[in-house]
């Protein structure tokens, strides 16, 4: 075997783990994702370390907490000075490319990508932008319950449409590399926007839950039950003025479960790729999502909060003679992606930045405990304050400077129905985590942080899009003069290079 592995990275969006048989959900068909979980890893306790989009994804990437890299929400500019690890990875030798989303706001759009094979779904400027200044209005962009309302089967998606590209777009290119004289082993990301609302399938994919029988949530709560944070969700979404009915929660879960069926076989299509370019047995494959969804839990929908659906995710890694299956219990998050592939591909620790917030999972692959933490940070729509948490052992412990503390212990409730932060039996663990919290954050002073970029960036989107506007979205390029038959080339030269296997 060689010393560098190939990566095969495969991220889907808002994909909870509770939604797939490997973390065990019992109504999910996902056969391929059931079987690279078999003969791989399973990271049990895995989490984002941020509740939305291009936050977590901006960790994912760059190993770090999304304050320390000014990753606020889903119009924060991705600052192209922060190393990921497609830097890391293309200075050691390794060709990088990405395909699919990534929701990278600015200028850059490659972040230390050699090759980007297709375009965003989403925009990348500041239009997103929230305002901690106006809470009550909410901006027409984001998210509503028509997703859950009009929930149900169709012909053809936006969504489709773009995982459809992005995974032939890959696949065509592991042929590519397959087929080609580079020599340099390959780090690729292919990452769809399935199964992300808006929760609506394609009707073969909605067929294939005939007759199953659809989970309902675990968990229902009144408004008047919920947490402040939870209220505030209610109206960034439409929720609190928008009745939802049983069916409408059973046709949106059962449409979601349809969209993970669709990953499951864009999962199988690539794993079939890697098998017929000869590639299988040399390449780290790694499953995991950008955050969960709430699907109905607590009366909740999609993400921005701590709860268990919407932060807990997968983490599937398969590497055949370098990770022996198995499963995990310790806590890890997205931040631990960097320094893991690193030592996988031989990095050693000390060329890696000196502020990475991860760490290496590779120890536990081989049985060591692992570091069992897990801090997260949300600063987006539906807040009005830093929110912080802090997973470790069995425990989480949420807090916001507006709001009150809250702490459950996983262990004797996986549904986070009793908040314990007012338990004088634990009082003096709350007091040491809340000690915690001053160490590790300045609230005030990431609150005025984040206030200060939101006003900066709703001045500059409005002044850019006065006059001539130029789009910072990524343009995939491609030179038609090189493609299939050309006259510049030999006929039989260029057939025998495209055909794999070559005919010796």
């Not at 808002?14 to 990271?43: C, K, M």
């Not at 997205?334 to 030592?343: F, G, M, R």
């Amino acid at each position: 075997m060689t010393a560098r592995p190939n990566f095969l990275i495969l991220m889907a969006d808002q994909l909870t783990a509770g939604a797939l048989p490997a973390y065990g959900n019992r109504v999910a068909r996902t056969p391929h994702i059931d079987a690279l979980a078999a003969a791989g890893h399973v990271v049990e306790s895995f989490y984002c370390n941020s509740p939305l989009c291009a936050p977590s994804r901006y960790s994912f990437l760059a190993g770090r907490l999304p304050a320390a890299i000014g990753a606020y929400d889903n119009a924060a500019e991705f600052p192209a000075e922060v190393p990921t690890f497609a830097h890391y990875l293309r200075s050691a030798g390794y060709q990088t490319v990405l395909a699919g989303k990534m929701h990278f706001c600015g200028p850059d759009q490659l972040h230390g990508f050699e090759e980007r094979l297709t375009t965003d779904i989403y925009p990348a400027d500041f239009g997103w932008t929230p305002d901690w200044s106006r809470f009550e209005h909410r901006p027409s962009w984001y998210h509503s319950m028509d997703s859950v309302t009009q929930a149900g089967p169709c012909v053809r998606t936006n969504q489709i449409d773009f995982d459809d590209e992005t995974v032939y777009s890959a696949r065509q290119k592991l042929f590519d590399i397959a087929r080609g004289r580079d020599g340099r082993p390959f780090a690729m990301v292919v990452s769809m926007t399935h199964p992300h609302d808006p929760y609506t399938v394609p009707t073969d994919y909605w067929a294939r839950y005939d007759g199953v029988d659809i989970d309902l949530p675990r968990v229902s709560l009144a408004p008047e039950e919920l947490d402040p944070h939870s209220v505030r969700l209610r109206h960034v979404v439409g929720l609190a003025t928008t009745p939802i009915t049983p069916a409408q929660v059973l046709a949106a879960r059962r449409a979601y479960y349809g969209a993970v069926s669709y990953v499951d076989d864009q999962v199988g299509l690539l794993l079939r790729t890697l098998r017929d370019s000869g590639m299988a047995d040399n390449t780290v494959v790694v499953l995991l999502a950008d955050h969960g969804d709430m699907l109905g839990e607590r009366g909740l929908w999609y993400k921005m909060t701590f709860f268990e659906p919407a932060c807990r995710i997968p983490l599937i890694v398969h590497a055949p003679g370098r990770v022996a299956p198995g499963r995990s219990a310790a806590a890890a998050s997205l931040v631990d992606v960097l320094p893991t592939l690193a030592e996988l591909a031989g990095i050693e620790a000390g060329r890696l930045d000196g502020d990475l917030d991860g760490h290496s999972l590779v120890p536990r692959f081989h049985g060591a405990p692992g570091h069992d933490e897990v801090v997260g940070e949300y600063l987006a729509e539906g807040a009005v304050a830093p929110v912080v948490m802090i997973r470790r052992g069995a425990t989480k412990f949420i807090h916001c400077p507006v709001d009150p503390d809250q702490y459950y212990d996983l262990r004797q409730d996986p549904d986070e129905r009793r908040n314990l932060a007012g338990d004088p039996a634990v009082a003096r663990e709350i007091e040491a985590l809340r000690a915690e919290v001053r160490r590790r954050w300045d609230l005030e002073a990431l609150d005025r942080a984040v206030r200060q970029s939101q006003a900066r960036r709703h001045r500059v989107y409005a002044a850019l899009r006065e006059g001539r506007y130029t789009p910072w979205d990524h343009q995939p390029v491609r030179d038609a003069s090189r493609a299939y038959i050309r006259n510049d080339q030999d006929l039989a030269d260029l057939e025998a290079m495209a055909r794999f296997p070559r005919v010796t």
